[in-house]
């Protein structure tokens, strides 16, 4: 696997880090942090063997996927603002996923569904599976120093078997693209997506383009939060990255975190 960032990224001070073989590329990432690294820097693992994803559940990177992690520094913003960063890593995998099956957003290229939406918080989705996920991990460091890794796990050759919820993969959809040319997709978009949020003061730019990709919005949805389970209509993202839903009884309530469920088809977030 040639492996190799964007231009764009290149020019903006992105650094790669390339592994034959880690358990986490979060972990590492977060390893370099905890050693004085700021980033942004990404590393890479040609072979992952203890991805993880939210809630603690594992992830499963088969052979010719995409494991990826951005180690982004965060000096200067915000703390309430670090969160929206899932959301500008959704709008760059999204775009990135697009130029990896050669269509625009939308488009139903060879026959195949290939329309890839974004479900709150952080799945990316083709047709109605899950093609890819992020993960965003943030650890106080000592001196106050605040570490965040972004990510990216993509189904590239396959998809893993046997989940509870539908998945997909490029191959499936009929692309041919590999796992070394999405990452440098994805570095370019990321870059673009990154300055367009200047540290979380534009916010309002990431949330509108998230939006227009949203999967499910103005659907009914139902939520599970612990022991409590939410249900009305999919109304919006707030201006924290919260999912809003709009209740039976016409109030709205906002949602920091749960397991997300569109109509009947139950797909775990």
């Known amino acids: 696997m040639n492996v190799r960032l964007s231009e764009a990224a290149r020019a903006a ?24 690294e700021t980033g942004p820097l990404w590393v890479v693992a040609r072979r992952q063997e203890a991805g993880r994803g939210r809630r603690g559940n594992s992830w499963t990177s088969l052979p010719g996927n995409l494991a990826a992690s951005l180690l982004w520094p965060v000096a200067g913003v915000e703390p309430d603002r670090i969160a929206t960063l899932g959301f500008v ?10 130029e990896a099956c050669g269509t625009v957003p939308g488009s139903d290229a060879a026959g195949a569904t290939r ?36 990510g990216f796990g993509v189904n590239v050759a ?16 009929g692309s041919a693209t590999g796992a070394e ?12 997506a990154a300055r367009l949020w200047e540290g979380g003061r534009n916010f309002a730019g990431i949330r509108a383009r998230w ?46 975190a749960g397991e997300v469920h569109f109509g009947t088809a139950a797909t775990a977030a």
Do not use: C
């Open 158 to 173: 396959a998809a893993p078997q046997g989940l509870p919820y539908p998945a997909t993969s490029l191959a499936a959809l």
């Open 211 to 256: 939006l227009a990709r949203a999967a499910g919005l103005g659907s009914p949805i139902a939520v599970r939060t612990g022991a409590e389970t939410l249900e009305g209509l999919f109304d919006t993202i707030d201006e924290g990255g919260r999912l809003v839903i709009l209740a039976p009884d016409g109030t709205r309530r906002t949602v920091t």
């Open 115 to 150: 329309s890839i939406a974004l479900k709150w918080p952080n799945d990316v989705l083709a047709g109605g599976a899950k093609l890819a996920g992020i993960l965003l991990e943030a650890e106080m460091l000592p001196g106050g120093r605040r570490a965040v890794v972004i």
């Open 13 to 36: 001070g992105h650094r790669l880090h390339v592994h034959d073989s880690l358990g986490s590329t979060n972990t590492e990432a977060l390893e370099r942090a905890r050693s004085g």
């Open 181 to 192: 040319k999405v990452l440098e997709f994805l570095s370019g978009h990321v870059t673009e």
């Open 89 to 98: 890593a959704g709008v760059a995998l999204a775009a990135a996923l697009d």
